[in-house]
């Protein structure tokens, strides 16, 4: 994947951002407490498996930060943008809305 094309891909993921040092895409969820964030993790840890994609991710409390490259490819694939948006979606419901 081209930097432009990863970019383009960026825009319609804001809470993702692209990480040089680490070349991958990284993003932060926040939920109201542990049993949200780690039902988050095991909707993710569902779709890694069946996906064989599996994301870089440390879990404290109700944060867990992400981080996603295809390490046999050496960077951002088109793999981790389609993660990016089902982990976007497996969000839903556990992190309340912004008032």
């Known amino acids: ?3 432009d ?18 070349n991958g895409l990284a993003a ?3 939920f109201p ?8 993790m095991t909707r993710a840890a569902l779709y890694a498996e069946r996906a064989d994609h599996h ?6 409390w109700n944060r867990v930060d ?5 390490h046999d490819a050496g960077g951002v694939t088109a793999k981790d943008i389609d993660f990016a948006r089902a982990i976007e979606g497996f969000s839903l419901g ?4 912004r008032s």
């Open 1 to 3: 994947m081209t930097p």
């Open 5 to 22: 094309e990863r970019d383009r891909a960026l825009a319609d993921l804001p809470r993702w951002r692209f990480d040089e040092v680490r």
């Open 28 to 30: 932060t969820f926040t």
């Open 33 to 40: 407490d542990f049993p949200a964030a780690f039902a988050f």
């Open 55 to 60: 994301p870089d991710w440390r879990n404290v």
């Open 66 to 70: 992400i981080l996603l490259t295809t």
């Open 94 to 97: 556990l992190i309340p809305a």
